[in-house]
Structures are given as structure tokens and as C-alpha cells.
């Protein structure tokens, strides 16, 4: 199975600071189509996840562009510049390459 | 607009069964994939299963092969998780989710509860 690694656990972030979250992977993650089928979702408090960048890099239906992912075969990065305090919650990695589809463990982003 | 609903949780004894279903709407359902993603209370997130839109490819994760069985009615619009077996180790909220390689969507989830 492919591990992923996420990190930091959590984070304490000042509205208008700019943060990263750390996403390694134990294989490449390229597919056979050649594209990568890394994506990054946001669960916030008391709700279902919501995908907020797939495939690496595109930002999903109505996400800010304060968000944005960047990374290639088994490392990636999600930042968000300018945090705003509805950007609270659990961060996940997940890759959807290799069956089963693994999660990394969540980074909790916690407003100061 | 997309919308998954879960249905058909609660609590069960450790040993017997419960069948999950979603209800799509929104979307023509027969032309994606689907999953099941479960998240134990206070953790992160498992995948379950998926199934093709045609039901021609269907995959499990270890933790569930040969207790869990996923399938679909497209004609109903709707995804089914029947969960035999249960453990304790089973408990958490269950999403469906639409997509296979590049899952979109979730429902609410539908808590599922093992315990004597």
C-alpha cells in the first residue's frame, strides 16, 4: 500500500499569515495516463470533506485562490496565502493512483 | 446540484450485518464511479470500495474483502454498502463519494455503530 506522510500534525496560523503542509508519498504517484492523481481536501468542523485542489495543482469548484498545490512524483505541497479564519479544519492528502486509495493523516489548522 | 445521501446506519451487534445506501441526485449517476470512505470516530480517513459506473471493475480494501460487498442500480440512482460481519473495529461514519480517480463529491455520511 502507498503511505503517505503528511506533516506538520497541526498548525497555528495569525489571519493573513501564509502556510504549508508537507505531503510525501512511498511510491510515485504517477498513473498510467501519466497524469498524478494527488489531490488535497479540507474537512472542516463537523462536515464531510471537501476537495480543494486535484491532481496536484487544480483548484477545485469555488476554492479561493489562496490555495494552491504544487509537487511531481512523491512530494507535494498545499499552501494557503492569507489564511482567513474559514480556512480552520482538517487538511488530508489522498491519492487516488494506486489501489487502495490511502489518505495521509490530516493537519490540523487551528486559527491564533 | 450534486447531492449523496446516505442512509441505513445505526447500531448493530458485533457479528451481524447492515446495508448502507446512497441516494445521487443531481448528476447522471450511471456515468461515474463511486466509493465508499469511512472515518472512525476522532480519526482520519479509510477507503472502503469502489465500483466502476457500469459495475464492471469493484475493489476493496483488505480491511473489508469478504465482508463488505459494494454495488449499484443505476436505474435507481443509488450505491449500496452491505456490511456483514461486523466488528467493532467497524464503527465510524461512512461517505459515499462520486469519482474514482478524481472523487469530487461526498455525502453527509451515515454513522454506523458496532457494539453489544
Known amino acids: 500500500d502507498v503511505v503517505m506522510t503528511q506533516t506538520p500534525p497541526s498548525l497555528s496560523v495569525a489571519i493573513g499569515q501564509s502556510v504549508s503542509i508537507s505531503c510525501k508519498s512511498s511510491q510515485s504517484l504517477v498513473y498510467s495516463d501519466g497524469k498524478t492523481y494527488l489531490h488535497w481536501l479540507l474537512q472542516s468542523p463537523g462536515r464531510s470533506p471537501k476537495r480543494l485542489i486535484y491532481q496536484v495543482s487544480n483548484l477545485g469548484s469555488g476554492v479561493p485562490d489562496r490555495f494552491s498545490g504544487t509537487g511531481s512524483q512523491k512530494d507535494f505541497t498545499l499552501k494557503i496565502s492569507r489564511v482567513e479564519a474559514e480556512d480552520l479544519g482538517v487538511y488530508y492528502c489522498?491519492?487516488?493512483?494506486?489501489?487502495?486509495?490511502?489518505f495521509g493523516s490530516g493537519t490540523k489548522l487551528e486559527i491564533k | 446540484e450534486v447531492q449523496l445521501v446516505e442512509s441505513g446506519g445505526g447500531l448493530v451487534q458485533p457479528g451481524r450485518s447492515l446495508k448502507l445506501s446512497c441516494l445521487a441526485s443531481?448528476?447522471?449517476?450511471?456515468?461515474?464511479?463511486m466509493n465508499w470512505i469511512r472515518q472512525a470516530p476522532g480519526k482520519g480517513l479509510e477507503w472502503v470500495a469502489s465500483i466502476s459506473s457500469s459495475s464492471s471493475y469493484i475493489y476493496y480494501a483488505d480491511t473489508v474483502k469478504g465482508r463488505f460487498t459494494i454495488s449499484r442500480d443505476n436505474a435507481k440512482n443509488t450505491l449500496y454498502l452491505q456490511m456483514t460481519s461486523l466488528r467493532s473495529e467497524d464503527t465510524a461514519l461512512y461517505y459515499c463519494?462520486?469519482?474514482?480517480?478524481?472523487?469530487?463529491?461526498w455525502g453527509q455520511g451515515a454513522s454506523v455503530t458496532v457494539s453489544s
Open positions: 489522498a491519492q487516488t493512483t494506486h489501489f487502495p486509495f490511502t
Open positions: 443531481g448528476f447522471t449517476f450511471s456515468n461515474y464511479g
Open positions: 463519494a462520486r469519482g474514482i480517480r478524481m472523487v469530487d463529491a
